[in-house]
């Protein structure tokens, strides 16, 4: 059962960009908070649970681009640049509504192209 400020849907999630391009290359930083939150919003007690306050979360990402020319374009990045690991509690790893990065860092790259 989701629920506001639960473990699946904290009360406050941002992302923020700061990016900047010139002549075809363009580079650009994101970070991604997730706010805290409560394990079990419906608990009966204080004591029903030890762990139950989750803290926030920041992630951050980064990539790069080219363009080539006017058909082909060249991107490369990082997501999760400094390994974050999520809280570890139970349900985290096992579909916590995808809110957490459990994959860790992770690269990619992608072209684009015209015909």
Do not use: C, W
């Amino acid at each position: 059962v989701q629920q506001m400020g639960g473990i699946q849907d904290p009360r406050f999630r941002g992302n923020m960009t700061v990016s900047y391009s010139n002549s075809g290359f363009d580079m650009a930083v994101n970070g991604r908070l997730i706010g805290s939150s409560t394990y079990d919003p419906n608990a009966i007690s204080d004591e029903y649970n030890d762990e139950d306050e989750i803290p926030p979360v920041f992630y951050m990402d980064l990539s790069a681009g080219y363009d080539f020319n006017d058909r082909l374009r060249l991107t490369l990045g990082i997501n999760n640049l400094t390994d974050v690991m999520p809280p570890y509690l139970q349900g985290t790893y096992l579909g916590a509504g995808g809110v957490y990065d459990v994959v860790g860092r992770s690269f990619f790259i992608s072209a684009k192209t015209k015909f």
